[in-house]
């Protein structure tokens, strides 16, 4: 085999070998030092990925060289073989060109921290194109140079990566969660004026949907677990958007709340409904978009979801109603059709989903590091209010504590359920955590993965503070 064919095969391994590590990435999150997680790592061993591409085009070089060289002894070429070359040379063009698009993308990932579900679909195309170019371009190589033999050396690198890229990536019917990866929140965000102070970890976790290769990985580690696809409700590029939205207005939530308890902010109030989706055969469909905020009805004032549920149960169904909004800070007022719920006939409804609006008060900048693994969601609120308050408060709040916690977190500072409860307990007790502080009622689903750990159910951030300043270490 030639070596510019070698780097084809040494590219594919990394890719295969890389693939693994990438589904395996949570093992290693046990290596902490000073402060610096494993996830803090992976922001430049991302970089990595760029091994396959760098070698391919490194392959796709020197097979053009190879080729030219060639041209050049054997001097005035038939028409048959020239042919044969120019299909060769654009072939490798081809591996080269593909190989630079992906190493241009990895870049800008990696620089840019972005961890993109569009990118990583385009990467898996451009892979599959560029290793089927490759053993199209060593089969082409064996034929051309073994006559009447037949290509077994590219033949076999062909079946063996397809296995192995099938057993890795063929779709199933399933979705995945398994353990994940710890945060130290106090990298993560950071307030103005504020000292880091004790330790305080968030809690990953990954829910993607399932391959053949994740059954293997069930059988050799603990805490996976698998649910139907359809389970999502939705698609995954859509499931990305909200986990990306989730993980923002969790930031955002965390940060008033905690400027409230350390008594330098007001922290949040409701100021209407705000619309999150409008049903397109609804009579809202065309009139009402998401984003609008409802702030009155019939000229009563809404503050709420639960003010809007109110004022439209006094509304017949069928009956007109008038509206009060803000679009992108207009007021606008408009007048809408109802139709009857389908689930409570007396129930007039507009065709649309809702929540509260909230104003927050944030009077001191907050900054975040972006994480190349970090994908968002909102079950880091609790814990981001917590760190807050630990670098806003003098001495701090964890008296000595390695603290993990997990939950969303609402207006009024309530700590809220989340999921792969099971798999976040598994991994904060394998960071060696104190003590992990949960939403009430999902400690028993929380002790299935961690036996040992101090696991502490609680139902506000006050509760969490309370429990801190009463124990020292």
Request: proline share 5%; aromatic share 8%.
């Amino acid at each position: 085999m030639a070596g510019w064919q070698r780097l084809y095969g040494y590219g594919m391994a990394a890719v295969i070998v890389l693939c693994i590590a990438g589904e395996l990435i949570w093992v290693p999150d046990v290596l902490h030092w000073k402060g610096i997680y494993w996830l803090d790592m992976l922001n430049w061993l991302v970089f990595l990925l760029l091994l396959p591409p760098v070698l391919w085009a490194a392959g796709a070089v020197q097979g053009l060289r190879w080729e030219l060289e060639k041209e050049k002894a054997l001097g005035e070429l038939a028409h048959r073989e020239r042919k044969r070359l120019t299909v060769s040379v654009i072939r490798k063009g081809a591996i080269l060109a593909f190989s630079l698009i992906c190493i241009v993308i990895l870049l800008y990932m990696g620089i840019r921290r972005e961890l993109s579900f569009m990118f990583l679909l385009v990467l898996a195309g451009l892979t599959i194109l560029i290793w089927l170019a490759a053993i199209w371009d060593i089969i082409m190589f064996e034929i051309r140079n073994r006559e009447k033999q037949f290509p077994w050396r590219g033949t076999t690198l062909f079946i063996l990566s397809a296995a192995m890229l099938s057993m890795l990536f063929w779709p199933t019917s399933s979705l995945v969660t398994y353990p994940g990866l710890t945060i130290n929140m106090n990298r993560y965000v950071h307030v103005e004026g504020g000292q880091p102070k004790g330790e305080i970890m968030g809690l990953l976790v990954f829910d993607r949907p399932a391959f053949p290769a994740d059954y293997l990985y069930a059988r050799l580690f603990p805490a996976y677990q698998f649910r139907p696809l359809e389970s999502l409700g939705m698609s995954i590029g859509e499931y990305e958007s909200l986990v990306r939205d989730l993980k923002t207005e969790a930031d955002q939530l965390g940060s008033a709340i905690a400027f409230r308890e350390a008594g330098i902010g007001k922290g949040i109030a409701k100021n209407g409904a705000k619309v999150l989706l409008v049903d397109t055969s609804g009579p809202a469909s065309g009139q009402l978009h998401p984003g609008d905020v409802i702030t009155r009805v019939n000229d009563s004032p809404v503050t709420s979801m639960d003010g809007l549920k109110e004022q439209m149960s006094k509304v017949l169904p069928g009956a007109t109603v008038r509206i009060e909004l803000l679009r992108k800070g207009e007021k606008l007022i408009l007048e809408l059709d109802t139709i009857r719920n389908p689930n409570d006939k007396q129930q007039a409804i507009m065709g649309i989903q809702a929540m509260d609006s909230l104003s927050l008060d944030l009077p001191l900048p907050v900054t975040f590091t972006s994480y190349f693994a970090h994908e968002g969601g909102p079950s880091h609120g609790a814990g981001l209010a917590l760190t807050l308050l630990d670098q806003l408060t003098p001495g701090g709040i964890t008296n000595g504590h390695r603290v993990a916690v997990t939950g969303t977190i609402d207006a009024g500072g309530g700590v809220g359920r989340i999921g792969g409860i099971e798999q976040k307990a598994f991994t904060a007790q394998r960071a060696g955590a104190d003590v992990f502080f949960v939403p009430a009622g999902q400690e028993d689903d929380a002790r299935k993965g961690a036996k040992r750990l101090n696991i502490v159910p609680v139902r506000t951030l006050d509760e969490i503070i309370g429990w801190l300043r009463k124990r020292t270490v």
